[in-house]
């Protein structure tokens, strides 16, 4: 395992990763702190179709002696790249908080999580793979083997910069497969670091390639090389029903995971303190930057009044600050553009005169926006129908669980939700009627772990699920094998 580089490959623009080689590209981009728009956080090469055609090159010559490793060493591979993170912590974390404004406590987090997964991936690689069946012919064997899919090209989006990639790069990798990398730009640096895990992990050259650069001018590229076996994607549904059409009349896996409009329902039996403080956490640390974050609030009206006092004290003692202070628990948006659209929400509640529970409804300052929740808002209006991605939350009152449940599947979303109750028979009706892939009972919307699957439903979802045991099943393809003894002396 080799040392890891004295200086930071974003200092010279050297960011794209092919074939076990760093170079530049033609051009670059600048990226800068989101807590302090005025400073420089890096330089990065910006690809070139020509750049992702050598990265499919580098995949597609490397992937056949990758998957005739044993599982065994290819699971020694992931134990050592989550090593290479599990050491660096902090010099990873504070790269996450510099591209994107993540609390640094949370940016901890989120590295361990990804150490975490990958650990998880090497054990899940020496699980049993295959079936026997009984066959209806005595001198007949019957059995399944998997084998990789091939190529892979997953985009990742810049709110986990770390989490996410490792979810497709772990299992994709482990699994026997080669992989095309597209990260946000705005994740940039800390997708360099992750290439250096592996690449300090020993992970033979071409198994991972990294292209940095703008998404739509390398879309045609990526998804059009007639090499790719399967696509891996979180981000917009914009983006997503772009990737589904590019691919759509070629034998092209995807896997999609994109938008959210997740609710969480407080019935008046619920311990409302708690219920407020699981739905301040999941609706405002990350300033609200996450796919599973909550945006409404269904409350039963007779215990409204309480759980909005609650609520309102929770989300006015969370510390907005600094992401490099240990105390703060908010820190700005992850860029100018992201802080601007949820200035735009901001001014249609002012505009149709929503109620302020919390926070202050005021326009951006910088890439910080204050956390907010607010209460009379038409269900019709934007600000229930689409997805912020930013600390504002939504509240509405309701009477009882039968109404809370056509508001909340009323959205074409269907990625999380939550019921707060202490009534069994409630919270399985919730789980059975809900239209969600994540489903919460008594906790918040946010939170995932890498041993079980993962997914949304509607248009939050392909229908696809990753991690846990789902990804051998999206990332391997199976065969049958009837194995038929000869006759004796035949």
Known sequence: MSSAPVAPRWDGGQTIFVDGSWIGGAATYERFDPSDTSRSTGRYAAATPEDVGRAYDAASAAQPSWAARTAVERGEVLT??????????????RRLTADIGKPIRDARGEVLRAVATLRYYAGELLQPSGQNYPSAAADTMLMTVEQPLGIICAITPWNFPAAIPIFKLAPAIGFGNAVVWKPAEAASGS?????????????????LNLVTGRGSELSAALMGDQRLRGVTFTGSNAVGASIRQAVADRNVRVQLEMGGKN???????????DAAN?????AMIAAGQRCTATSRVYVDR?????????LREAVESLVVGDPFDETTDVG?????????TVGEYLEIAAREHATIVAGDGAAPIGCFVRPTVLANVDPDSRLVREEIFGPVLVVEEVDGLDAALERANS?????????????LGAALEFVRRTESGLVCVNRETTGIESHVPFGGMKASSSLSRELGKAARDFFTVSKTVYMRVPPAGG
Do not use: C, K, W
């Open 80 to 93: 050592a790249a989550a090593e290479v993170l599990a050491r660096d912590l902090e010099r990873a974390a």
């Open 411 to 423: 959205s074409e979303y269907g990625l999380a939700s939550a019921v707060f109750t202490r009534d």
């Open 278 to 282: 699981q739905v301040t956490r999941a």
């Open 263 to 273: 609710p969480a329902i407080v019935l008046r039996d619920a311990d409302l303190r």
């Open 191 to 207: 997708a360099v670091l992750l290439a250096e895990a592996f690449e300090q992990a020993g992970l033979p050259a071409g198994v």
């Open 302 to 310: 007779p215990v409204a009044e309480e759980f909005l006092a609650y």
């Open 332 to 340: 700005p948006l992850a860029s100018d553009a992201q802080a601007a």
